[in-house]
């Protein structure tokens, strides 16, 4: 068992993030909704550092907080007036959604409480991952190593690159 | 023998074909037509100097001790099926293929030079479409020179419907005129028809004898020359054995080999116009005159002779096929002459002479034996293809003269026109005379021959053929003397009068005319004979039977001065007298008529009507209501792609949900 | 989180807002493979990878997705999703 500090400070990062993402689809304002989403994603890489992964939390807010949710902000600021609010929902549309979550949420939920003993099992002993593991991993070409994701990612965002020029071109 | 020659003379036309239906809008008229007819004349003469070759220089190839051979120049394999059987392009060199490549050459220049006058109006402005034409007649002298010289039936069979489709293409030259176009189309399909015939007939010959060469069929190699055959017996009778240990001895009365030669027969009876396919060949009138003289009464319309000729030997063979290629020659014969002397039009009446002439020729063919005169009849109905081609040319050519200065192909609208038009009456008159046989022009000679050759097989066909013999030459000078004479020519108001026309047009009918005089006395039995061996036709010349046929002719020119020199009331008294008959001739014997009712009552209205209903209610329904059904189903589900994500996304989260509560189903 | 991202996707009618929702439902993806990674398999790093992989993904699609927004807006002057059905055939 963990101490006492890391067990409240999951609690806390846990019920932030279901905190922020409820609001992040409930409020009615869109640039709010993309600042509750930027607190969503901190929480997240601080789940990521909890659990050793120090990279993976760097890369969790160096690309969703530094990336993505500064270009949600300009997409906002560039499509909406200030001050402009999204409609009211309908009960109906409201009650569907509602419904569509908690089917998925048992769903899921079922998952994973029908594997219990997880909730409570230890965190096993890891050494730290560090930068050479995660270099070799990623350049390599041999097993469990991702050389060709690694390129196939790369010329993805590449393509994405040219994209997003020629779909936002001004013709 | 250099292939070059050979080889030029096929490539020109096809050469000049290209080149002006290409090109042929980007140049002018007039440099198209001088094209034309420069190309034609190169070709002129080469096969001028290659027939020379073939029949005068004495090289061994062509004939030794006076025996002329069969000399291929070349041949190519162009399909090959299996090692022994293949169809090959070829070049055959004999007298009658000689003696076509003349005809057709000479014809096809008159006929291009002439059309440089014909296809232009008063003013000197050429017709619409005249590089096209040009380009057509390349085609067709292409096509007709590669026929005559095909090394093989199967060779023979594709130039034959090459020939079929240029004829097509230049009766429909007109094509805005509606009766052009039914014309066209009306040649193509009967003669289409004949040649399902045709084609059936090769099959079943190659069948059983596994070739197709000419060669094989009718002669055996020289021993000594390489590519050079002689005509023998011996080959067809090996053909006839191959038959008789072979074929099941009778079918449906008659023997194979008898129904081969019979079907292929029925290729050269549509091309040739019998009876009972003769129908096209009045309508194919409706094309340009020039057309009607080279297609429809030299060259195209002698394919079906030409075909009999070269398969004599093959013939010889089966007696039956003979007695049927006479009997439907002579039948036509009679009744395209007696069709003849009603008509009206100038060219219709020229058409069925040309259908009585050619009949004389297969009826020539038909009787000819090698116990008579050593098969007299072959070479007398290669002599009369000859002189007739150039003489019917020359009338066609006059009529075309005279219909271009009067601007009608009907004759009540001619009349007196001798004053007018002083060239093309001599040379009519010239052509008249020698389609009638009157000595010394060259219908004489080539129709004496035939009423010789009939004579030696059978007297009622001897009578029967001088019967016709008289006919026509009653209704060819009822042609002249009702356009030249009858009574003064009436000029319509603000009509300048008729006259002769540009040299243009007045040198091939003088050239042609020059021919017809002399062409009898070319000793034709010298070289053209059915098995090469020279023939003294004037050693055999009964002059009984020549003055017989002389006294008819000349009969059948009085009767003609007597009833249309002057204007007069006796042809409407003849035709009172026996009304009945000339109705009937009128109307060509109904046969039309007969036709439209077998495809139109019975063919169309109780076959192709049921068969009709059927595709259309059944089968299409069928189909119809397949797509009707899709399309009712695809409407029906259109409304769920509504272009709304979010509706998607719902049926994506339903579909998981219950694929979720499956598997959960299952665990528990 | 994910339940919150269905919610969101199916409700919102902005189609940023739609985007903000996808983002959640990946971000709950990501920290799932994470932890099943960091908890049964500590020796191995395949979770880890496969999350930053989808992140590199999720980048691009975003990206991407905002382009096409920002362009449905110079032609449409709204960006809700419901008006959008011209592309339908």
Redesign the interface.
């Known amino acids: 068992m963990e101490s006492v500090g890391s067990l409240i400070l999951y609690f806390i990062v846990a019920l932030a993030m279901i905190l922020f993402s409820v609001l992040a689809v409930t409020t009615r304002k869109i640039l709010r909704a993309a600042t509750y989403l930027l607190f969503t994603l901190f929480a997240a890489a601080v789940a990521y550092f909890m659990m050793d992964y120090e990279f993976l939390g760097a890369v969790q807010i160096a690309v969703y907080a530094g990336g993505i949710v500064v270009l949600f902000v300009f997409a906002i600021l560039l499509t909406s007036k200030p001050g402009d609010n999204t409609e009211r929902l309908t009960s109906r549309s409201r009650g569907l959604g509602l419904v569509a979550a908690l089917a998925t949420l048992g769903v899921v939920g079922y998952a994973l409480f029908s594997r219990c003993e997880l909730l409570t099992a230890a965190k096993p002993n890891m050494e730290a991952l560090d930068m050479v593991t995660i270099g070799t991993t990623l350049m390599g070409s041999s097993h469990a190593q991702y050389l060709l994701p690694f390129e196939a990612v790369s010329v993805l965002l590449l393509a994405c690159i040219i994209g997003g020029v020629v779909v936002a071109r001004r013709r | 023998m250099d292939v070059t020659i050979p080889i030029l003379i096929l490539a020109i036309p096809l050469t000049m074909f290209l080149l002006l239906g290409i090109a042929g809008c980007k140049m002018s008229h007039r440099t198209a037509g001088i094209l034309g007819c420069l190309g034609m004349g190169t070709v002129l003469v080469l096969a001028y100097y290659t027939a020379a070759q073939y029949f005068f220089s004495g090289n061994e190839l062509f004939g030794a001790d006076g025996v002329r051979l069969q000399h291929i120049v070349f041949n190519q394999t162009w399909l090959e099926f299996t090692p022994t059987m293949a169809i090959k392009l070829g070049f055959l060199l004999d007298p009658i293929s000689a003696m076509m490549l003349v005809v057709i050459t000479t014809i096809s220049f008159m006929v291009h030079l002439y059309s440089m006058g014909y296809m232009r109006d008063h003013h000197g402005v050429y017709e619409h479409g005249f590089q096209r034409f040009y380009a057509f007649l390349s085609l067709f002298s292409f096509s007709m020179l590669g026929l005559v010289v095909a090394t093989n039936i199967f060779q023979m069979y594709i130039f034959w419907e090459l020939v079929g489709a240029s004829s097509y293409l230049l009766i429909g030259f007109y094509y805005v005129k509606p009766s052009a176009v039914s014309a066209s189309k009306k040649a193509f399909i009967v003669t289409r028809f004949a040649d399902l015939g045709f084609l059936i007939g090769i099959l079943i010959l190659s069948y059983y004898v596994g070739n197709f060469d000419f060669m094989n069929l009718t002669s055996s190699p020289v021993a000594s020359l390489a590519e050079t055959f002689s005509v023998d017996i011996a080959a067809p009778q090996h053909i006839a054995q191959i038959f008789a240990d072979n074929a099941a001895p009778v079918f449906m009365g008659g023997s194979v080999l008898t129904w081969a030669l019979v079907l292929i027969f029925m290729g050269g009876m549509g091309k040739s116009a019998m009876m009972p396919l003769h129908i096209w060949l009045p309508d194919a009138m409706e094309g340009p005159t020039p057309v009607s003289a080279l297609i429809h009464a030299a060259t195209m319309v002698v394919a079906g002779v030409y075909l009999v000729a070269r398969l004599f030997p093959l013939y010889l063979m089966e007696d039956t096929a003979l007695v049927i290629i006479t009997v439907v020659g002579a039948i036509t014969a009679l009744y395209a002459a007696m069709v003849a002397c009603t008509q009206l039009d100038i060219k219709r009446v020229l058409a069925f002479s040309t259908i009585s002439q050619i009949a004389f020729m297969m009826v020539s063919l038909g009787v000819a034996r090698p116990e008579h005169h050593e098969a007299l009849g072959y070479m007398a109905s290669m002599f009369h293809l000859f002189t007739h081609a150039m003489f019917k040319a020359l009338l066609f050519l006059c009529a075309g003269a005279i219909i271009h200065a009067i601007g009608s192909n009907d004759y009540t609208d001619m009349h007196g026109l001798r004053k007018y038009m002083p060239i093309t009456h001599w040379t009519f008159l010239i052509g008249c005379l020698a389609i009638a046989g009157i000595i010394p022009f060259s219908g004489f000679f080539s129709k004496d021959e035939i009423l010789s050759a009939c004579l030696g097989y059978d007297w009622v066909a001897y009578v029967w053929m001088s019967l016709v013999a008289g006919l026509t030459a009653f209704y060819m000078f009822r042609l002249y003397f009702l356009i030249f004479w009858w009574k003064e020519h009436k000029i319509h108001e603000g009509h300048h009068a008729p006259h002769d026309q540009a040299w243009t047009m007045s040198l091939p009918l003088i050239i042609l005319a020059a021919i017809s005089c002399v062409a009898g006395f070319i000793p034709f039995g010298e070289l053209v004979s059915w098995n090469g061996h020279p023939y003294d036709f004037m050693a055999h010349f009964d002059w009984s039977v020549a003055g017989i046929s002389l006294a008819i002719a000349v009969a059948g020119i009085a009767l003609a001065w007597v009833m249309y020199r002057r204007e007069n009331a006796l042809p409407e008294k003849f035709r009172n007298a026996v009304p009945a008959l000339w109705t009937w001739c009128y109307h060509r014997f109904y046969w039309d008529e007969l036709y439209m009712f077998i495809t139109h009552k019975i063919i169309f209205g109780g076959i192709c009507r049921p068969l009709a209903w059927f595709d259309r209610n059944i089968i299409d329904g069928t189909m119809d209501s397949f797509a009707a059904v899709t399309n009712k189903a695809s409407e029906a589900i259109r409304p769920l ?6 509706m998607y ?2 049926y994506y ?1 339903i579909g ?2 219950a694929l ?1 509560g499956i598997c ?1 189903a299952c665990i528990l | 989180m994910f339940a919150c991202g269905v919610y969101g996707f199916i409700t919102r009618k902005n189609m940023i807002a739609m985007l903000v929702s996808l983002e959640l439902m990946l971000n709950a993806v990501d920290i799932n493979f994470v932890v099943f990674n960091r908890y049964l398999f500590p020796g191995a790093f395949e979770g880890m990878f496969f999350t930053l992989f989808a992140i590199a993904i999720a980048a691009a699609e975003t990206a991407l997705a905002i382009a096409i927004i920002i362009n449905i807006f110079r032609a449409e002057k709204n960006i809700d999703v419901r008006n959008l059905d011209k592309m339908k055939f």
């Open positions: 792609q509504s272009g709304q994500i979010q996304v719902w989260l998981v949900l979720a959960a």
